[in-house]
C-alpha cells in the first residue's frame, strides 16, 4: 500500500479561525499501491515531530516505522474505482496516530484520507515547513463539530478535484458517492455530524466519541456505528472519581441509545478491555510497563485490541459500502 500527503487549500472557503485566509489543511492518503517503493513512508515527519511537544512517557515516535510506502504509484482497481474513506482523528491527536487502521482499510482496497484538523486541538506544520498552532479560544462543542464536518466536505472536494485531473495519480479512481466516515473521539462527533446532512455517507463510525451538534436532535440516516470503551477507569483511581466517571459513562451511554432511536440503521458495541485510547496506535507505541499504567488504556491485549478495532471497522464499511454500491 501507498501513503502521500497534501496540503489542500479551500479557495473558496474562509478559514473560522482566521476569516482573512482560506482554510487550509493537511491531510494524509493511504491507498492501494500498484507497487512496492524505494522508501517507507515516514510515521510522521521530523519537522512535525519537533514541534509536538511529547515529553516521557509519552512514546518516541521517531523510529516507528509502518507498512507503507512513501508516494508509489496508485494501483488500477480491477473494476470500477477504489472506494473512500474520510478517518477524522481525535482532539489534538495527529492523522498518523491512526496508522493501524488506515493501513488495514488500504489493504482491503480503500483510499482513506485523514485530515489534520488546523487551528483546533494539535499543532499541524505543514510539509513545506510553516506551522499552525492552536487558537487560544475554540467555539462551542456544536460549532467546532460543524467545522470539523466542513473540513470533511474540504476533503472530499479536493478529492474529487484529485479524480477529475488528468495529471493526478488518483484521476478516475475514487469512488466519491459512496463514502465511509469515520472517526475516533472529537473526530467521531464530526463523522456523525457529517453524515447527518450529506447523501454521500453510505457508512459512519463514531470511535469513543461524545455526541455534539445535531445527531441528538435529528438521528442518523446512514447506517451508523458507535464503537465504545467499557466505562473502567484506572486501578488507582479513588472511588470518588469511579463514581464520577460512571455516572456520566451511563450518560453518555444514553445519548448513543437516544441517537440509534432516531436512526434506522444505528448500533452501540462496547468494547470490553477498551479505554478511549486504545482505539488509537497507542497499544502498540508504550512499551511495558508502562502501558499498564496509561489511564486511558484498557486490559485490552497491546495487539489483540489493536486487531479487533481494525476487524469491527472494516467489516462494518465493507457490509455497508457493498450494499450501497448495489444499490441496495
Not at 40 to 68: C, I, M
Request: proline share 7%; aromatic share 10%.
Amino acid at each position: 500500500m501507498g501513503r502521500t500527503e497534501f496540503d489542500w487549500q479551500d479557495e473558496t472557503r474562509p478559514d473560522p479561525f482566521v476569516p482573512s485566509l482560506r482554510r487550509e489543511i493537511d491531510v494524509l492518503v493511504w491507498y492501494p499501491a500498484q507497487r512496492v517503493g524505494a522508501m517507507p513512508a515516514v510515521y510522521v515527519r521530523e519537522n512535525w515531530l519537533r514541534q509536538l511537544d511529547r515529553p516521557f512517557p509519552l512514546p518516541n515516535l521517531s523510529g516507528v516505522k509502518t507498512h507503507s510506502w512513501d508516494s508509489v504509484p496508485v494501483a488500477t482497481p480491477d473494476q470500477g474505482r477504489w472506494p473512500v474513506v474520510i478517518l477524522s482523528s481525535g482532539f489534538g491527536a495527529l492523522p498518523s496516530d491512526y496508522t493501524c487502521i488506515a493501513e488495514e482499510l488500504a489493504s482491503r482496497g480503500y483510499v482513506v484520507a485523514a485530515p489534520a484538523n488546523t487551528y483546533s486541538g494539535l499543532t499541524v506544520v505543514f510539509p513545506d515547513g510553516h506551522v499552525v498552532k492552536e487558537v487560544e479560544s475554540l467555539p462551542s462543542n456544536d460549532r467546532l463539530a460543524q467545522i470539523w464536518a466542513d473540513d470533511i466536505k474540504t476533503v472530499v472536494k479536493q478529492l474529487a478535484e484529485l479524480d477529475e485531473s488528468l495529471a493526478s495519480p488518483f484521476y478516475h479512481r475514487l469512488e466519491l458517492t459512496r463514502l465511509g466516515v469515520i472517526g475516533h473521539s472529537f473526530g467521531g462527533v464530526a463523522a456523525a455530524q457529517y453524515c447527518i446532512a450529506e447523501p454521500t455517507c453510505a457508512a459512519g463510525i463514531n470511535m469513543d466519541g461524545a455526541l455534539w451538534g445535531d445527531a441528538l436532535k435529528r438521528g442518523i440516516q446512514s447506517p451508523f456505528l458507535f464503537l465504545i470503551s467499557d466505562g473502567t477507569t484506572a486501578f488507582w483511581s479513588s472511588k470518588s472519581e469511579k463514581r464520577g466517571w460512571a455516572r456520566q459513562y451511563r450518560e453518555l451511554l444514553a445519548t448513543y441509545q437516544a441517537t440509534c432511536a432516531l436512526s434506522p440503521r444505528c448500533t452501540v458495541d462496547v468494547q470490553p478491555g477498551f479505554r478511549h485510547m486504545n482505539f488509537t496506535d497507542s497499544p502498540a507505541l508504550f512499551r511495558v510497563p508502562l502501558i499498564w499504567a496509561h489511564p486511558l488504556l484498557g486490559s485490552a491485549g497491546r495487539y489483540d485490541g489493536l486487531s479487533t478495532v481494525r476487524r469491527k471497522v472494516a467489516e462494518f464499511l465493507d457490509v455497508w459500502m457493498n450494499r450501497s454500491a448495489r444499490g441496495e
